[in-house]
């Protein structure tokens, strides 16, 4: 195989592993209802599996750089690539949501190592000049999953049954550890710093500890002793990895970079927004099925309407964060954001589906202006040296926050309908949670206010037309 050919296989393999990451992470949510029905619990208890497999991007996305130089990108690929599929065929074979839970953990594990050491694997043996177009091949996946995941979980939910949903991933997995084996050179990196092992330890169970008492809220899974303990025991681990973190030159998560007024603005500030944000693939599905009577297709149909939004936006961020500027963006973007999330709330079964969606697509364009700014900001006093650290702290806080909005998201929901008196979840139910989560996002807003005007010009080109010449 030519050097050409195997320049355009590799992205081409990256992309089919982030596409199934991606499609993955979208298509469980409209199939809750039939999963919760079929293991015989609550639907807002399977806030767990979604929480589960987040909490476990975020502890394993740190390490996996790391890794990868240390044993080599082609054996940890393959095996992140088993992981998955192993994980996939342990969802469909669940019975009860503890068995359901931790294999959506164990999925999470391999698309954690998956996708980043994927996108490792593409920067490492891409020359520059084909870097662009190697890029690309990755983002059309990105923005295709969350498009068809919906609706593809709808369909094969409706007509087949819902663990039809991950075992579609054997098939493409066994086809990727083909060709990773083949084509995906083993890179490996001589000189390394040494892995914070124990940072690693405290920070993953700290982590995992503090999500699952948040995602127990309400009663599911754990008795309330129980859920108090782990939401204390989490809090407790996670803080003596701050103070691990400041006393050693290498810690697996560099929480001084939070200094940096850009990082802090993308990584706190974003992380607010994104908990908003976050429950609304949880809240969505639900409130077109429980509450308003959709079958699983057309509730997919529906909820596509957002990821939709955001593929469209992506054509008009560069010009519209270059004309207005990375802090007046995120100011009022992440007000108008906000502001769509509570409409959401206000839809009743006799909204007229052009009307609904019309609000998702725009939304679904303004959480994506968000999202992109968000990520740039964040790396606009950044250095090369430490782009890796930096890269680290934003993935593992975008999961965080996600699962955190699943959590909060499905928790108002709960209050909101033990509060009306409700037996089970309906459609009134369902407004005070997006409330909650929209609220919630427009908090950040105060953080992006601490920015310069001209913070991250030389990203977003801002105010350069008005730069006098010397």
């Known amino acids: ?55 476990s991007l975020a502890v394993f996305i740190p390490i996996s750089g790391w890794v990868a130089d240390r044993f080599g990108a082609r054996t940890i690929f393959a095996t992140a690539m088993v992981v998955f599929m192993g994980g996939s065929l342990l969802c469909a074979l669940s019975g009860t949501l503890t068995a359901f839970v931790l294999a959506r953990f164990v999925q999470g594990i391999g698309g954690a190592m998956m996708v980043p050491v994927g996108r490792l694997v593409l920067l490492k043996t891409v020359p520059k000049s084909g870097l662009v177009q190697a890029l690309n091949y990755l983002t059309v996946p990105a923005l295709l999953g969350p498009i068809m995941g919906p609706p593809l979980g709808g369909f094969i939910t409706q007509y087949f049954n819902w663990r039809g949903i991950f075992l579609i991933n054997v098939p493409i997995s066994i086809l990727g550890l083909i060709l990773i084996l083949r084509f995906i050179p083993n890179i490996r990196e001589t000189k390394q710093p040494p892995l914070d092992l124990f940072g690693f ?7 995992s500890v503090l ?41 697996l998560i560099d929480l001084r ?59 008009l961020t560069t010009v519209i964060l270059k004309r207005y500027g ?32 019309a609000v998702l697509l725009l939304g679904g364009c303004l959480r994506s202006l968000q999202f992109t700014a968000l990520g740039a900001i964040s790396f606009a006093q950044v ?5 890796s650290q930096a890269s680290s702290m934003q993935s593992m806080a975008q999961r965080l926050a996600q699962s955190t909005g699943v959590a909060v998201g499905a928790y108002a929901l709960q209050i909101a309908s033990d509060l009306q008196g409700h037996a089970s979840i309906v459609a009134e139910d369902f407004w005070p949670a997006f409330l909650v989560v929209a609220l919630l ?5 105060f953080y992006n206010l601490a920015l310069d005007r001209d913070a991250g010009a030389e990203i977003s080109g801002h105010g350069r037309e008005r730069t006098p010449a010397k």
């Open 211 to 251: 999500m699952l008492g948040l995602s127990a809220l309400g009663g599911h899974l754990l008795p309330s002793s129980a859920t108090a303990a782990c939401i204390v025991t989490g809090g407790l681990a996670i803080a003596v990895y701050v103070r691990h973190a400041r006393r050693i030159a290498h810690p």
């Open 326 to 357: 990375f802090r007046q963006v995120l100011m009022v973007n992440a007000l108008l954001a906000s502001v769509g999330t509570g409409i959401c709330g206000l839809f009743t079964a006799s909204t007229p589906h052009i009307v609904v969606i």
């Open 1 to 55: 195989m030519s050097t050409m050919q195997r320049h355009i296989l590799i992205p081409l393999i990256v992309a089919c592993a982030l596409f199934m990451e991606n499609m993955d992470s979208t298509v469980l949510a409209t199939a809750l209802p039939a999963i919760a029905s079929d293991i015989g619990e609550n639907p807002l208890a399977l806030k767990l599996a979604f929480t589960a497999y987040l909490v």
């Open 257 to 315: 970079l939070l200094e940096l007024t850009t990082i802090r603005a993308g990584v706190v500030g974003g992380s607010l927004f994104r908990i908003g944000m976050g429950a609304i693939p949880f809240l969505l599905p639900l409130m077109f099925q429980l509450g308003f009577g959709l079958d699983p297709l057309h509730s997919g149909l529906l909820s596509c309407a957002s990821a939709a939004g955001a593929m469209f936006m992506k054509t």
């Open 383 to 387: 250095t090369q040296e430490i782009m």
């Open 201 to 207: 330890a405290i920070l993953g169970i700290g982590l």
């Open 441 to 445: 996002s427009s908090v950040s807003l």
